[in-house]
């Protein structure tokens, strides 16, 4: 498979394991409380989103079912919260860890959404197909951002691309994805059907069977045979079925080719094409109107994105109580349709923008605000969310555990650094669970309730015997690997308990 290549390719694709892990803080006065008492409900958090997604991977790792994002596109256009004008070389090397971070959330039924135009775009297919695997590439789907002539360039751009990667190919995801609804169906009940609404389908089918070559008698007394080239659409049995069930219609007055009705009952969708024009997923000045309208007279962000465009991205790639994923909110487009359809959702967005833009914007759907798609879908308020910041980091500069860091935090963090899935749960005691036969134990902070060098974060018989019996009453047995500050038992000890001891903070580091 073709490689894109560029000066600091090697660094950066091991950026990712870099990172340092962060706590999340919430801030209370930029949370809302959600009435319907979701504890696993929407998250705000503001910060570099590289930090962040490493931060928020031990809690949703392999949960996330679709992922929207809106890089800058790296065009050298001057935009107010984002630097756009990244040297290329740079602007891969700002992308490539971020896309390894965002592939580790997706859920096996999960897909990601990028928008990106022609400068930038036709790279990011290469290094996409690096990252997530060329096989489980869906498509290129080309939305149509304006519809006014741009006379100022040397062909004006009226598209953006989205391309659309699976964490399983497509053969698989098309059982996940859901279809659109037939807007042009055309259903109608001209004689009062007692079974609904209904239109008529071509009776035919190209080619020669020959238990489909028969002739029709139509009510005025014609015969018909099949049109040139063609066979009826059935057997001559299943025809008279129809015919019986009152499903076969005949134009021109009895005297035209039979036509079978469809009723609407019956259509469940289309699937989803390529291209996706401004009548049917709005445009940028759509957009901007919709931000305007939250925010009066603000000119606030300069390329969002219409409420309806997430809306079908959305409705294609997740049905309600899903998790969706934004980690280049800008203006707050994602987390805002998200809401309103019924989906939970994480949104990540740096710097002041987090706090006076986007957890505003929410505050207002949260009120039951009527812009973009509300008056559509009858949203009328409701729910809430987290608003958090980019905490302590665990290590610090020289490698050692920060002293505030609790007990839960460590343990999430070493629990996926281990497995690569989040913990479940917040333990109570050293014992933090078992996964693919394998438990897990880490004395640290005074778990059991003794700091001292021979007691709660060092490994000791006592220490063993407690993790053994609490390892039994989870139901496992097998072996246990133990993260402390120091070890008291003997190899043979070690061996015979099927327990491999690791010290922190150094082999915690080494595993991060």
Known sequence: MPLLQWLTRDQDLTAADRVAYRLL??????????????ADGNLLVQGDNLEALRAL????????????????????????????SLEHAKWLAMMVPRLQLLREFLSEDGSIWVSIDDYE????????????????????????????????????????????????????????????????AGYSNPDSDPQGRWRSIPFSAQGYRPNQMYTITTPTGSQLSPPKGRCWGATEPEFERYRSEGRVYWPKGGEGRPRIKKYEWEDSGLAPMTWWTAAESGDNQRAKKEILAVFEDEDIFATPKPERLIQRILHIATNPGDLVLD??????????????????????????????HCALRMRKVIEGEQGGISADIGWQGGGGFRFCTLGAAVFDHA??????????????????????VPLAASPSGPFLGAHDGRGLALLYNGILKDRSVSGGNVL????????RDEAHAAGHTGPVTVYGAANRLSDRTLDEAEVSFRQTPWDIKARA
């Not at 803080?25 to 979701?38: A, N």
């Not at 809690?59 to 630097?83: L, M, W």
């Not at 000791?460 to 993790?467: D, E, K, N, S």
């Open 25 to 38: 803080d919430e801030v209370p006065d930029l949370s809302v409380p959600d009435t319907g008492g979701d």
């Open 57 to 84: 991977l031990p809690f949703y790792a392999g949960r996330v079912k679709c992922i929207y994002i809106d890089p800058p596109y790296n065009t050298g256009s001057a935009f107010e919260h984002y630097d756009d």
């Open 121 to 184: 775009g036709h790279y990011l297919k290469v290094l996409m197909d690096e990252v997530f695997g060329r096989r489980n590439f869906i498509a290129n789907l080309v939305w149509q951002k304006r519809t006014s002539r741009e006379n100022r360039k040397a062909v004006g751009s009226a598209h953006d691309h989205i391309l659309v990667y699976a964490r399983k190919g497509p053969a698989e995801w098309k059982e996940y994805r859901n279809l659109e609804p037939d807007t042009d």
């Open 327 to 356: 980690s280049f909110l800008g203006s707050g487009t994602t987390a805002a349709v998200a809401h309103k359809m019924g989906r939970r959702w994480i949104g990540v967005e740096m710097g002041d923008h987090a706090r006076t």
């Open 399 to 420: 490698g050692q555990i920060n002293p505030d860091i609790r007990f839960a935090d460590l343990a999430r963090h070493l629990w996926f650094s281990e497995f690569r």
């Open 460 to 467: 000791t018989h006592a220490v063993l015997r407690l993790i």
